[in-house]
């Protein structure tokens, strides 16, 4: 099977612009969580969808933002980017919500 | 935050079994232990999983005290290609994950 695939793997963008990240699940997977990974703070749970739903969000302002399409495959937006917003975001996929997350390679963002 | 207390870094030769220990005092009776390690810059991987039985897979065991408040997960046969972080984490099945800092295992040639 293949594993979690994510695009683009690095991207560049300046300030006050807005980012699209995108995952798709192993398949057979329905849900899926997205982590920012940043040197200072470490590994940050975002939020999770399952069949389309948010399930889960962690303590992240509202710019940022996911959605799940019927096929299972999300996207992850930042709107008005910040300096601080320079990260590895990880995407994990899971046959279910609850059930062992498999990760993807990430997204490296570098906001100038 | 983390329910777990992990060694900063940990060295291992090569050829040996590596032993990472982890704390999680306050593991309750729903919670399981996982464990991810996260090769640099890679997306984490996952390794094992256990409630209060021992597991072993292809890659490594995971013994869980009786009390289920601490954990060792081992790695038999070390390679250099087993250099990474490893996460310890406690969760209940439908919550999110809360990665602490990890242990950074050196393999030394």
């Known amino acids: 099977k293949a594993g979690v695939t994510q695009t683009p793997r690095y991207l560049i963008k300046t300030r006050g612009q807005q980012v699209t990240l995108s995952c798709s699940p192993i398949?057979?997977?329905?849900?899926v969580s997205w982590y920012q990974q940043t040197p200072g703070q470490g590994l940050q749970f975002l939020f999770e969808?399952?069949?389309?739903?948010?399930?889960n969000k962690g303590n992240f302002p509202g710019r940022f933002s996911g959605r799940q399409f019927s096929n299972s495959r999300s996207e992850m937006n930042v709107s008005t980017l910040e300096l601080g917003d320079s990260a590895l975001y990880l995407c994990?996929?899971?046959?279910?919500?609850?059930?062992?997350?498999?990760f993807g390679p990430g997204t490296r963002l570098l906001v100038l | 935050d983390a329910k777990t207390t992990q060694p900063t870094s940990m060295d291992c030769a090569e050829g040996r079994a590596a032993n990472l220990p982890c704390n999680h005092s306050?593991?309750?009776?729903?919670?399981?232990v996982y464990w991810y390690r996260q090769i640099h810059s890679q997306g984490p991987q996952y390794i094992i999983h256990?409630?209060?039985n021992n597991e072993t897979n292809e890659m490594a065991s995971l013994i869980i005290t009786e009390d289920r408040k601490s954990s060792t997960l081992i790695l038999p046969h070390a390679t250099l290609r087993d250099t990474a972080v490893y996460y310890c984490?406690?969760?209940?099945?439908?919550?999110?994950?809360?990665f602490g800092k990890g242990t950074r295992l050196h393999i030394l040639p």
């Open positions: 994990a996929s899971s046959f279910s919500s609850g059930e062992t997350q498999y």
């Open positions: 398949s057979g997977h329905r849900s």
């Open positions: 969808y399952f069949s389309e739903t948010q399930r």
């Open positions: 306050t593991i309750s009776g729903n919670e399981y």
């Open positions: 256990g409630l209060k």
């Open positions: 984490i406690v969760r209940v099945v439908w919550d999110k994950i809360i």
